[in-house]
C-alpha cells in the first residue's frame, strides 16, 4: 500500500513569489494535517481537515497561507506571496477515522526561500 | 490546550548502552492518544509506538519500552541496547480525542559506536 505522497521534495524560490504544495494521503485515511518544521523544532500543525472539512485552522497564517482539500481526498497548501522566514518543511499527514491509530507522514517538502 | 515537553534537547550515548526519552504532557481530555515517532536525517516521521490514556499498562516490544504514569503526565520511552541506527530526532505527540496532535519539539539522539 502506497503511503502518504507530497510533492516536490525540494522547492527553492525568491521571495514574494508563490508556492505550491500537494498531498496526496493514505487511500480512505478521512484526517489530514499540514505540519510546518523549522530546523531544529518539532512540527507545528497548521491546519487539520476530516473529509474535506477544515475543522481547525486556528494556526493558519490566514494573510498569506490557503489550504484546501478537494472531494476529501488530495490536498494542497499554498503560500502566496511567500517571505524569507517560510523556509521550513512542510509535512502532510493522514490518519483513518478509528482514533486508536496513529498518523502516517509524507517525506515532506523543504521549501528554501531566498 | 494540549502541549508536550521533551525537556532533552539532545542526548549522546555509546553503543548497547541504554537510552530514556522523557515526555511530559498538559491537557485537559480525560480520553487522549500519546506517540513516539522517529525522524532519521531522511526526515520522515516513522510511528514507533501509541498509547491511549485508559491503558496505563507498560509494555516492551523489542529494544522498545515505555512508561506511561497518568499521574505525573508522563510518557518516557526507552532504547535498550542502543545501536548506532538509533541515532536520530524522537518526538513525543499527543493527540485528543477530536483529533487535534500536537509535537513536543523533539530530542536528538546520538550513538556513538
Not at chain 1, 69 to 88: C, H, M, N, Y
Not at chain 2, 31 to 41: A, D, S
Not at chain 2, 46 to 63: K, P, T
Not at chain 2, 82 to 97: G, I, T
Request: charged fraction near 25%; charge should be negative.
Amino acid at each position: 500500500e502506497a503511503g502518504v505522497v507530497q510533492s516536490p521534495r525540494y522547492k527553492i524560490i525568491e521571495k514574494k513569489q508563490p508556492v505550491a504544495f500537494w498531498c496526496n494521503p493514505i487511500s480512505g485515511h478521512n484526517t489530514l494535517y499540514w505540519y510546518r518544521q523549522n530546523l531544529g523544532q518539532g512540527p507545528e500543525l497548521l491546519i487539520r481537515y476530516e473529509n474535506e472539512e477544515a475543522v481547525d485552522d486556528s494556526q493558519l497564517p490566514k494573510d498569506r497561507f490557503s489550504a484546501e482539500r478537494l472531494k476529501g481526498v488530495d490536498s494542497t497548501l499554498k503560500i502566496q506571496p511567500a517571505e524569507l522566514g517560510d523556509s521550513a518543511v512542510y509535512l502532510c499527514a493522514s490518519m483513518e477515522r478509528d482514533l486508536n491509530t496513529e498518523a502516517f507522514f509524507g517525506q515532506g517538502t523543504r521549501l528554501t526561500v531566498v | 490546550a494540549q502541549k508536550v515537553t521533551q525537556a532533552q534537547t539532545e542526548i549522546s550515548v555509546v553503543e548497547k548502552e541504554d537510552v530514556t526519552l522523557d515526555c511530559v504532557y498538559e491537557t485537559r481530555d480525560t480520553t487522549y492518544y500519546l506517540f513516539w515517532y522517529k525522524q532519521p536525517p531522511s526526515g520522515e516521521l516513522v510511528f514507533l509506538i501509541r498509547r491511549n490514556s485508559f491503558d496505563e499498562q507498560n509494555e516492551i516490544s523489542g529494544r522498545y519500552s515505555w512508561n506511561f504514569q497518568k499521574s505525573t503526565s508522563s510518557f518516557n520511552f526507552t532504547i535498550t541496547a542502543s545501536q548506532v541506527v538509533d541515532s536520530a530526532v524522537y518526538f513525543c505527540a499527543l493527540r485528543s480525542n477530536n483529533n487535534d496532535m500536537r509535537f513536543g519539539a523533539g530530542t536528538r539522539l546520538t550513538v556513538k559506536p
